[in-house]
């Protein structure tokens, strides 16, 4: 019980202690990026997209996800 409350304090002393303005902030520009990079890949020529293992179909699908779909690991990242 201790060891649980305690965790829990913790976690919540350090959510409070960074605000929600600047994980707001990280969590857009997350979000940003993921979808300058999608638009990057998008534009790529069939050639090298062969080289780094996509075809047209994949490049356009990817470049076509939502804004708010980024990668789980970068949002582990932007909320620490």
């Not at 690991?73 to 909320?79: A, G, H, V, Y």
Request: aromatic share 4%.
């Amino acid at each position: 019980m201790f060891a649980s409350l305690h965790t829990a304090t913790i976690a919540t002393g350090r959510v409070q202690a960074a605000g929600s303005a600047p994980r707001l902030l990280s969590l857009v520009r997350a979000a940003l990026a993921a979808q300058r990079q999608r638009q990057s890949l998008a534009r790529l020529d069939d050639r090298t997209l062969a080289d780094i293992g996509i075809n047209r179909a994949d490049a356009l699908a990817e470049a076509a996800r939502p804004l708010w779909d980024v990668p789980a690991p970068w949002l582990q990242r932007s909320l620490l």
